[in-house]
Each structure stands twice: as structure tokens, then as C-alpha cells.
């Protein structure tokens, strides 16, 4: 049952509050700043710590424009007990009871509490994907709730719930994957986690606010760069666009951010029919939307569909913005003052406007904010990284690394073997977390903790089972461009090194990046990588590679010169024993590819494709021919289909069709493996994906045994949208893939 608020009682007190309200203050209610705005700097542009709050600054925001909303870490993260002062001092005017209505903070916690130091690190949500665990995913929200709302902070930026099918895009690592259903049920989760159980009316004082993103295209852009035109059908767009957001909103997600690009020509901040009408209408969201930065001022300056700044914030609050992320001082001033003048010239009318502030009322209702903390209640101060938090970050980094390729039984790694370790990323952690990591762009290394280094941990590791552990550079990046240096970086010095290894493991690696910073041109992984593991491998070494890459980046000359590949993704800051536990094999892979990895440059194929795209040139059905499918990865278990049965040869609606399947694995000891089950219809009048994703489990199986996974089938998981975007009932004859079995099931509706 989805965790739903009761808003009876919160509805009767916003509208309450909202009588109260002047015009200045409904206004200011739908305004949101950024704390650079309200803030002391150095004269060269630094930030003092401790802090300073330019006390002129937030209340001319808050008491002289009744600004109700502000965000964003001040350009690096801070102490926990920095960010407590801040937002202390900025609830402090209502405290004081100077103004009415409680201020509502927001930052991008996205893969932890990101920018509060010492905070857990996890996955990013690509590597989250890959563990296709529903439950790592909850404990994932719920980490980075408490250790966030610890730092004062009640509302979360995250999580992203665009569809990563687009490998160019910067933000792809910030996705759970290319498919609407794993990163529904996913998301869902992370929702979960971060709102807690939302029977009661309130949100609990260890959690956030979640914010869904970036409804709805953001990530379908054509030509990859950020913030660039997308195309989606209307097919499309219900099929696979929706569906993670539409699961959310039945989640309980409470607030939602808006798609700074353009969606079939309309950019996302006034598409009316998307925000009003399916979100808060059809879906019945009773949260608020916030738009992306400046992505009011965007529409008369970028996208050009509106004369005049005045007619874009119209355009905007009309089709349905509630806040606006302005959010820059001064020109926050001039939202107001225009926004106002439109009100009261019936250019945007007064029930749009107290539409949009009761939604802002509620959800701070829901947060508790105007809940005035007592001496005694204080925010209770809790441990950055606990046992628990570390220990689900690990977990996530253990069942998100993905084996895509092992020969020669090169892994698991001997005990005893010299080991050469290569690629930057090995010795620099900026390259395990990606971008929002400390700084928005993640390349500021200065915020790490000292205490981590995998070299040191391996080293150690090796010389306790008469192992040896070296490292060298070799291919690098300028740190001033973020441009490949040139080469394999080996010199004739590097070769007795070299000899001497057993086996070679090079870190691949992508700049840290995010937004239009990140923007890229080239889809395969540098040059100057692929030559280091061709170097390699051309001394006669053994090969391993280690992807850290945010997406699937083509590998070019890698794929065959590795003997063996892991995709590691972005995997945060608790890497490096879960790694070193897979490489010696102590423990298995079960992590699963979340996206479709291409072999060419000019095919972005996804498994969910269309059966024409079967069809190669030579007419033959292996046309569809990407590097690696979707869901693929490799154990060093072997897994086998003991049995698999259908518990009835029709489904009707209302009934419930059991598909069984049990699974045994030959290893001596318990593995987990994930069971997707793939569905495919035909016969039905608009060309349907070859398959797509109906369900999936992961379990643990203990050793020697087998273990039976059991998915009940009805006939709302055959709906399928028409031409139009309309959901309908698929009938007549559906397939069912499960591990290497098939089966079938005829629809009878
Ligand atoms: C990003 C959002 C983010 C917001 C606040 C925007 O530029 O697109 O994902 O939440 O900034 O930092
Ligand atoms: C936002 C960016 C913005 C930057 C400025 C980030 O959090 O996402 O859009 O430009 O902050 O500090």
C-alpha cells in the first residue's frame, strides 16, 4: 500500500494560514534564493568558516520579500555542526516570530549527504541500479535522511528518476538505469526511504523531503548535451518517461522539480498538460513544483518563448510552477515585484497563486517546520557514518559491482600473486564519487578524509597471503583542463615493474562532471587509456580492468585486450573491500548491467528496442547486437534452471498467474542472484518492444540448494500505451523469458 499522507487535517490548516496571507507574503512564499545570496564572503571570494550570515541580506529576503524557500550548499560542503548554525540562523526570524511562515531549505543530497563532511558516501545511482535491490536502495534513503536532516536540512533534491538511455548526457550516473521499471521500483524505494512512513501526518525529525527529477524528458535529450532538445513520442513518454515518476507520486513523494530543457518543442517549465493536468490532476500529487535554476529567467533568455522576463514567470506559475528557483540575489527582488504586478493585473489569477502557496503550506506542514523546537528537543546529534550506514554502503558497492567479462580464469586473483595496479583512479577517490561530491562538480579533492586508501588496504591485504601490490600512474588527467594527458604514462623505468607482475588491474576512469560542465563529445572511453591497457597486454600481461565510469562509455581496443572487466561505476567512498573482496573471490558478483552497454559509436541500442531493429544488414535476426545486454553480469557461480513452470495457460483479469522458477547454483557456498522476467506481446495494433522488463526478485541461495522464485502475473502488467499515449489492455498471446527458460501465457481479458 503506498505510505500516503492524511491530508484532511494539513489541507484545513493551510487554508487557514493561507487567509491570513497578504499578497507580499503569497508572493514571496513562491521565491526561492540561494545562500550565496544571504551570506559573507572573503574579498576574494572565499568562504569565511564559521560561516557568516549578512543578517541585512536575509532579512531584507526574508522579512522585506517574505521569501519562503532557500537551497544549495554554498559552494563546498561543510561541517555538520556549520550547517546547523546556518539553519538555525535562518529559521531564527520565524522563531523570533519576525515572520510568519518558516523557511524551507533544500540541497542536492544525492548520493549521501554530499556536502556535509564526514557524511556516508554511497553509489551514485547508477551503481544503486545494479544491485537491483529494492531493499539497498530503502536503506540508501534512509542514510542519507537522517545524516542530511542531521545537518538541519529537511528536503532532499533527489532522487533522479529520468531514464538514462542517452550514454552522452553528464547526468547519466545520476539515473537508475534505462528501464522504466527497475528504476520505478527503485525509486519508489529511495522515496520510501528518505520520507519514512507517512501514515502519520508528519514527516519523522530523521527524515527529508524527496524531490522527484526532472519531471519529464530531461534525460531523452537528441544531441546529449544538457539541457538540449528531446523527442519523445507520446508512446514513449507513457511507456517509459512517466512510469518512474507516476510510481513516486504513489510512493508519497512531495515535492518534484521541472525539466529545464524542452520536451517536443515546449519547454518543460510551461507545459501546462505535463505539470497540471497529468501530475496534479490525473495523478493527484498534492505536493508543489519547483522549477530548475533560473529556469524562469531561461524561458525568455534561452528558449525564447517568452517576450519579456514579467511574461515567463505568467507562462511559468500559470502552467502550473508553484516556487521558483530565481535564484540569484538581487534578481530574486525582481521576480517578486513582477510577479506581484501580474497578480494584480489578473495576469496570473489569485487562485493559481493561492494554489501554488497552499501546496508550499502543505508540504511545510508535512516537514513539521513550523513545529518550533524547544531547548529540549533539539535536533538529536547523531554519529556521520555509523556502523549501519557504512555497512549499507558497502553492501550497495558489493552488489552493484558488475563482472562483464572473465577469461582465461584471470579472477578471482591467486593470493599469492604479484599485482600491478594502474590508472589514477586507483589512488583518487574524486573519480570513485563523481560529481555533487563535496563541490557541485566533484573535483575538489582538498574535502576527503585521509584515513581511506585502497592501495595501502590492498598492500596489506596481499603481503598477509605472501601477495605484492605495486602501483603506478600511467595514463592521467591535466588537472587544470580535465583533458586525457597524452599516453599509457609508462616509462622504459616503469618495465621492471611491469615484468615482474603477475597481473595487471587498470582503473579506467571519466573526469568528474555533471550539468553543462559535464557535456561530452567523445562516447568512447581516452585514448590514452586504451593504450595503457594495450601497452599491457602487449608485454604478455594479464589484464583486469576496473571501469569507474558513470555510464557505458564504448571501449574500443579494451574489450579485447582486458581479460577480464568489472563495471564499478560510481561507487562512493566504501569501495575498496567489497572489491577486494570479489577480485579474491571471497565473495561473488551479483551486480547486474542497468543499461544496455553498446559496441558502436553510432548505435545507442537498448535491450527494450523494437523486433525491425532485429534485423541486420545481411537480413539475418542478429541485428540488435550491443556489447553487453541489459541486466547482464556474470558469477563465478554457475547458475541453472532446475524447473520452471506457469500456473495456468490463460490469464483473465482479476486473476493472478503464478510464473515459478527455481534456481540452483553449483558454488560452495550461499550466492545471491537477480531473476529479471521479460515479457514481449504481439498482434496488438501499434509495433511493440521486442521485451521488456515485467519483474524482478534477488535473493540469496544458500549452498548446495536451490531456491524457488515465484512471481505472481496479472493482466495490468501487459497494459500497453497506444499512438496517442493512452494505457490499454494488451490480450492474445504474451512470452515470458526467465533466466534461459520460456514460457507463455494467452491474455484473455
Ligand atoms: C540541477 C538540479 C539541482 C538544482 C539545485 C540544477 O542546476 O539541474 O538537479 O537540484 O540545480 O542545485
Ligand atoms: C546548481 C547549479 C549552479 C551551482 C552554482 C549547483 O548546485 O545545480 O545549477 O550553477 O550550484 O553553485
Not at 563546498?76 to 531564527?92: C, S, V
Not at 514567470?313 to 515585484?337: F, H, T, W
Not at 550506514?389 to 552493484?400: D, I, M, R
Request: proline residues 6%; contains cysteine; aromatic residues 10%.
Amino acid at each position: 500500500m503506498p505510505a500516503q499522507m492524511n491530508w484532511t487535517e494539513i489541507d484545513v490548516q493551510a487554508e487557514a494560514i493561507l487567509k491570513t496571507m497578504s499578497l507580499k507574503q503569497k508572493v514571496g512564499q513562491t521565491c526561492q534564493i540561494t545562500v550565496e545570496g544571504i551570506l559573507r564572503f572573503n574579498p576574494d571570494g572565499t568562504l569565511p568558516l564559521p560561516l557568516q550570515v549578512n543578517g541585512e541580506e536575509l532579512s531584507e529576503a526574508v522579512q522585506t520579500y517574505k521569501v519562503g524557500s532557500i537551497l544549495n550548499a554554498p559552494g563546498r560542503a561543510l561541517p555538520r555542526t556549520e550547517w546547523l548554525k546556518l539553519i538555525q540562523a535562518i529559521h531564527a526570524p520565524y522563531v523570533k516570530k519576525e515572520i510568519d511562515i518558516p523557511i524551507l531549505y533544500g540541497v542536492d543530497a544525492i548520493h549521501g549527504a554530499n556536502y556535509v563532511l564526514g557524511a556516508t558516501l554511497f553509489p551514485q545511482e547508477i551503481g544503486l541500479a545494479a544491485t537491483f535491490n529494492v531493499d539497498l536502495a530503502r536503506q540508501f534513503g534512509e542514510v542519507t535522511a537522517v545524516e542530511t536532516r542531521s545537518s538541519g536540512v529537511p528536503w532532499n533534491f533527489s532522487p533522479v528518476l529520468d531514464l538514462g538511455r542517452q550514454p552522452l548526457w553528464s547526468r547519466f550516473f545520476e539515473t537508475l538505469g534505462e528501464d522504466p521499471k527497475l528504476a520505478s521500483v527503485l525509486g519508489a524505494s529511495i522515496v520510501k526511504g528518505y520520507q519514512g512512513d507517512l501514515n502519520q501526518s508528519k514527516l519523522g525529525p530523521d527524515r527529508v523531503l524527496a524531490c522527484m527529477k526532472h519531471f519529464v524528458g530531461y534525460s531523452a535529450s537528441a544531441s546529449g548535451r544538457d539541457r538540449t532538445p528531446a523527442i519523445v513520442s507520446p508512446r514513449d513518454l507513457t511507456e517509459l518517461y512517466l512510469v518512474p515518476f507516476k510510481s513516486a507520486v504513489e510512493a508519497g513523494a512531495l515535492t518534484v522539480m521541472i525539466n529545464s530543457a524542452s520536451l517536443n518543442g515546449m519547454p518543460g517549465h510551461i507545459n501546462s498538460h505535463l505539470i497540471t493536468d497529468v501530475l496534479k490532476n490525473k495523478w493527484g500529487f498534492k505536493g508543489f513544483a519547483v522549477t530548475d535554476w533560473e529556469d524562469i529567467l531561461f524561458l525568455d533568455r534561452v528558449h525564447q518563448v517568452a517576450a519579456s522576463h514579467k511574461d515567463a514567470i505568467a507562462m511559468a506559475i500559470n502552467a502550473g510552477i508553484d516556487l521558483s528557483m530565481v535564484p540569484l540575489n538581487p534578481q530574486y527582488k525582481e521576480y517578486c515585484r513582477l510577479l506581484e504586478e501580474l497578480v494584480l493585473e489578473g495576469g496570473v489569477p489569485m487562485a493559481r497563486l493561492d494554489d501554488a502557496v497552499k501546496r508550499i503550506l502543505r508540504v511545510k506542514l508535512a516537514a513539521g517546520l513550523f513545529d518550533v523546537p524547544s531547548k529540549k528537543n533539539k535536533t538529536v546529534p547523531i554519529t556521520l557514518q555509523s556502523e549501519s550506514a557504512v555497512l549499507a554502503a558497502k553492501q550497495a558497492v558489493s552488489e552493484s559491482l558488475t563482472l562483464l567479462k572473465n577469461e582465461h580464469s584471470v579472477l578471482p586473483l591467486k593470493p599469492n600473486s604479484s599485482i600491478l595496479v594502474l590508472g589514477q583512479a586507483a589512488a583518487d577517490r574524486r573519480f570513485w564519487n563523481g560529481a555533487w561530491t563535496h563541490t557541485w562538480q566533484g573535483r575538489d579533492s582538498s574535502y576527503f578524509s585521509t584515513d581511506i586508501s585502497l592501495l595501502k588496504e590492498w598492500q596489506q591485504r596481499a603481503q598477509t597471503q605472501q601477495g605484492k601490490v605495486d602501483y603506478l600512474v600511467g595514463s592521467s588527467w591535466s588537472e587544470s583542463t580535465g583533458i586525457p594527458n597524452e599516453g599509457a604514462g609508462l616509462t622504459p623505468q616503469n618495465q621492471k615493474s611491469i615484468e615482474s607482475a603477475d597481473v595487471c588491474v587498470v582503473f579506467v576512469s571519466e573526469w568528474p562532471g555533471t550539468e553543462k560542465p559535464g557535456d561530452e563529445e567523445n562516447p568512447f572511453v581516452t585514448q590514452n587509456q586504451m593504450d595503457l591497457v594495450h601497452e599491457l597486454k602487449a608485454a604478455g600481461k594479464r589484464v583486469v580492468v576496473v571501469l569507474m565510469l558513470g555510464r557505458p562509455k564504448l571501449l574500443g581496443s579494451i574489450l579485447d585486450d582486458a581479460d577480464a572487466i568489472v563495471h564499478a561505476y560510481l561507487p562512493g567512498e566504501h569501495f575498496t573491500q567489497p572489491f577486494l573482496d570479489k577480485i579474491y573471490g571471497s565473495a561473488d558478483f551479483s551486480g547486474r548491467l542497468p543499461f544496455t552497454y553498446p559496441r558502436y559509436p553510432g548505435r545507442w541500442e537498448h535491450y527494450d528496442h523494437a523486433n525491425s531493429e532485429t534485423i541486420a544488414k545481411d537480413n539475418s535476426g542478429n541485428g540488435y547486437n550491443p556489447l553487453f545486454d541489459f541486466g547482464f553480469g556474470l558469477s563465478y557461480a554457475t547458475w541453472s534452471v532446475d524447473a520452471s513452470s506457469i500456473s495456468a495457460d490463460t490469464l483473465r483479469s482479476a486473476d493472478t498467474v503464478w510464473l515459478e522458477v527455481r534456481l540452483r547454483h553449483n558454488a560452495d557456498r550461499p550466492c545471491q542472484v537477480t531473476v529479471p522476467v521479460f515479457g514481449s506481446r504481439r498482434n496488438l495494433p501499434i509495433a511493440q518492444r521486442g521485451k521488456y522488463l515485467i519483474d524482478f526478485q534477488k535473493k540469496w541461495v544458500p549452498q548446495g540448494n536451490s531456491a524457488l522464485f515465484r512471481f505472481p502475473l496479472s493482466v495490468s502488467q501487459f497494459e500497453f500505451s497506444d499512438y496517442n499515449g493512452n494505457w490499454t489492455q494488451a490480450r492474445g498471446p504474451i512470452r515470458l523469458d526467465v533466466f534461459n527458460s520460456t514460457l507463455n501465457v494467452y491474455l484473455e481479458p
